[in-house]
T-cell receptor, first 115, second 114 residues
Framework: GAVVSQHPSWVICKSGTSVKIECRSLDFQATTMFWYRQFPKQSLMLMATSNEGSKATYEQGVEKDKFLINHASLTLSTLTVTSAHPEDSSFYIC???????????FGPGTRLTVT | GQQVMQIPQYQHVQEGEDFTTYCNSSTTLSNIQWYKQRPGGHPVFLIQLVKSGEVKKQKRLTFQFGEAKKNSSLHITATQTTDVGTYFCAGPTYNAGNNRKLIWGLGTSLAVNP
């Protein structure tokens, strides 16, 4: 149980374009979803937290107009990187929690390369 | 602000040796969690500790939560090459919208020489 999928697993895009990443909880209801960014050999950097049907809460320093997050249902959240630049290249990972639970279950991640 | 510190950052061991990583929080925690991330993979939830002084075992892995609920450790007995990866501890907190989130340690990367 507690499986989270993420799509695509990797994507290459040109500078200035937008990229959408999907995160789905396959066998549980994810009342809260999290989006992280991870640089090589570094820890997880939380970008934002989203609850189903409400606006995402962004961490300090994360541009909400650049990283658009939508949590439309209890099983789906999306992250759209708008007007991507090479410095946005990174490993983006989503995770999901059930209601009243602190445990997070992670998707396999998306490696974004902006050329 | 609230911080979770983890040491060591890296550890190389010979297969069969023991390994321990330590986690310290700047504040008292209601619980602490441990995750493992294999190279090229994503974090996988290992365990959650809730009670003061709690000790839990998973095969060769022993997890402890300090009496003051501010520190924790993960000990692996007789490491194997399958233990390779980065081990993260994480403590609970709330974001500006009063939603749950985790504060993450920087992780301890374990390398095991066969």
């Amino acid at each position: 149980g507690a499986v989270v999928s993420q799509h695509p697993s990797w994507v290459i895009c040109k500078s200035g374009t937008s990229v959408k990443i999907e995160c789905r909880s396959l066998d549980f209801q994810a009342t809260t979803m999290f989006w992280y960014r991870q640089f090589p050999k570094q820890s997880l950097m939380l970008m934002a937290t989203s609850n189903e049907g409400s606006k995402a809460t962004y961490e300090q320093g994360v541009e909400k107009d650049k990283f658009l997050i939508n949590h439309a249902s209890l099983t789906l959240s999306t992250l759209t990187v708008t007007s991507a630049h090479p410095e946005d290249s990174s490993f983006y990972i989503c995770s999901a929690s059930e209601r009243k639970s602190w445990e997070q279950y992670f998707g396999p991640g998306t490696r974004l390369t902006v050329t | 602000g609230q911080q979770v510190m983890q040491i060591p950052q890296y550890q190389h061991v010979q297969e069969g040796e023991d390994f321990t990583t330590y986690c310290n929080s700047s504040t008292t925690l209601s619980n602490i969690q441990w995750y493992k991330q294999r190279p090229g993979g994503h974090p996988v939830f290992l365990i959650q500790l809730v009670k003061s002084g709690e000790v839990k075992k998973q095969k060769r892995l022993t997890f402890q939560f300090g009496e003051a609920k501010k520190n924790s450790s993960l000990h692996i007995t007789a490491t194997q090459t399958t233990d390779v990866g980065t081990y993260f501890c994480a403590g609970p907190t709330y974001n500006a919208g009063n939603n749950r989130k985790l504060i993450w340690g920087l992780g301890t990367s374990l390398a095991v020489n066969p």
